[in-house]
């Protein structure tokens, strides 16, 4: 390099930054982030947005179609209460219950998954043993006993489907987890004295976020149909709050009479499923990009 030349630094990007680029030129998950972002503040704006109170029965406004003279956007249901305000505090319930007990099975997948891959041995195959155990039993029936048992509450169901959900994240986990401490960094740190937690959690756990990301986004809509599922048996949310299980329920009784109380619900519903999906497989892609 000859006198006076100016040394230029060269800015690079991180991979979750490249990620991140790979991700937002993929139309169909930018598309359903957006309409999933749009459905999300749609709930939780509901207060602002709904003309009527979501348990607010109108006796003399039973089974009507959807009626803009009187704000009634989707109708009402044969209670005569309006479904628009049902549907979007309904979808504030199923978002709810699906990010929160998905929240649940992600502490529980992780930090399972890691220690049984980090410990390996007789400790892993017995952690994993239990894992298939638990794997035999039918969960769907589990969680309805919970339902029976303890009664039909809110926080039981976000409990009770979060600790059923955590199996696959354990496994998705523990594989990589093999991989990972085979790897010259962990080797590393062991070398240099760091405990087996602090590995786990430096360098084991911040390496397995990608597949953990991908998966998170295949099992929030997985939750919020099996709650849907549960409501739709009638052993859910109950009355007077509401969730899109509740109102498919609800409108598949009436389909002949009134099908406009089961169209709104089952499409956003439906379109939320819809979302996830795609913004799963546009993750995955974005993430790993050799598989494309």
Known sequence: MTDGAVDTEIAGRSLWADARA????????TVALVLLVVI???CVCAPLLASHAFDKVYFDRTSI???????????????????FARTLYGGRISLLVGLVATGVSLVIGVLYGAVAGFVGGRVDG??????????????????????????????LIF???????????????????????????????????VSNWNIIRRHILPNVLGPVTVYITLTIPHVILVESFISFLGLGVQEPMTSWGVLIADGAQQIE????????????????????????DGLRDALDPKER
Not at 22 to 29: I, P
Not at 261 to 280: E, K, S, V, Y
């Open 40 to 42: 999300a503040l749609l």
């Open 22 to 29: 790979r991700l937002f030129r993929n139309r169909a998950a």
């Open 257 to 280: 009479r009134q099908p406009w109380a089961l169209l709104f619900p089952a499409t956003f519903l439906a379109l939320t499923l819809f979302c996830f999906n795609f913004l799963g």
């Open 126 to 155: 017995a952690m994993m043993r239990f894992v298939d155990v638990l794997y035999s039993l039918p969960f769907l029936f589990f969680v309805i006993l919970l339902m029976v048992y303890f009664g039909r509450s809110i926080m």
């Open 159 to 193: 409990v009770a489907l979060g600790a059923v959900e955590w199996l696959t994240m354990a496994r998705i986990v523990r594989g990589q987890t093999l991989t990972l401490k085979r790897r010259e960094f962990v080797e590393a740190a062991r070398a240099t004295g």
């Open 65 to 83: 179609p959807p009626d803009f003279a009187r704000a009634h956007w989707f109708g009402t249901d044969a209670n005569g209460r309006d479904l």
